[in-house]
């Protein structure tokens, strides 16, 4: 399997909004966000199933996808920014066989991508 790409962070202040984009080779696939902020865990953001489940951790973040014949594109929309936002935010590929439902841990995923940095400062 080819790595997932993201893009989309930057330098905001807090109450503005990102618009993440997590490129899937291969489409079909369970996708996950995640972020990792310095000296912490990866955490998990928000995960969206192929067949349309979608969770988050917070009601700010919002994911959407847009699928067809040869592309899928997975979104993780950033509203209401807080500097406790800061963080490299990266996508992944669930590698379960199958899963039933979406899964939060870092170990079920695969194919990272390089992360994009987000940065929200006054």
């Known amino acids: 399997q080819v790595k997932l790409v993201e893009s989309g962070g930057g330098l905001v202040r807090p109450g503005d909004s990102l618009k993440l984009s997590c490129t899937v080779p291969?489409?079909?696939?369970?996708v996950g966000w995640f972020r990792q902020a310095p000296g912490k865990e990866r955490q998990i953001v928000a995960e969206?199933?192929?067949?349309?489940?979608r969770t988050s951790i917070d009601v700010r973040f919002t994911t959407s996808r847009f699928h067809n014949r040869n592309t899928d594109t997975v979104f993780l929309n950033l509203n209401n920014l807080s500097p406790e936002d800061t963080a490299v935010y990266y996508c992944?590929?669930?590698?379960?066989?199958?899963?039933?439902?979406?899964?939060?841990?870092?170990?079920?995923?695969?194919?990272w991508g390089q992360g994009t940095q987000v940065t929200v400062t006054p």
């Open positions: 969206i199933f192929f067949g349309g489940t």
């Open positions: 992944a590929r669930d590698m379960r066989d199958r899963p039933a439902y979406p899964s939060s841990r870092a170990e079920d995923y695969g194919d």
């Open positions: 291969g489409g079909d696939s369970h």
